[in-house]
């Protein structure tokens, strides 16, 4: 463990950014899985919001730096190919 005042901040700061960056990134698997179960289900309304909302989230999450802009381009891709896979 740090013994300086300033390390140890900069510790917390990262753990609490961390776990934000966490957030997102589960939300984007989350909101994948379920579109890839809607699509097999053949639940195009369904699938339909799920996409849109898994968009927004990996926009967001680029926005604020929990994903590389190019790892949320190629999620976003995938997103569009297993969409269209459903229609």
């Known amino acids: 463990m740090a013994n300086i005042h300033s390390q ?10 961390r776990l934000e960056n966490r957030k997102y ?3 984007i ?10 699509v097999a289900a053949g639940d195009d309304s369904g699938a339909e919001a799920d996409h849109r909302e898994l968009v927004s989230t990996i926009d967001k999450a680029v926005k604020r730096g929990a994903l590389h802009a190019n790892n ?14 459903g229609s």
Do not use: F, M
């Open 8 to 17: 140890i901040k900069r510790i917390q700061r990262s753990e609490r950014e």
């Open 25 to 27: 990134t589960s939300r």
């Open 29 to 38: 698997k989350t909101y994948l899985r379920r579109l890839e179960e809607r």
């Open 72 to 85: 949320g381009s190629r999620k976003k891709a995938r997103a569009a190919r297993v969409r269209r896979a």
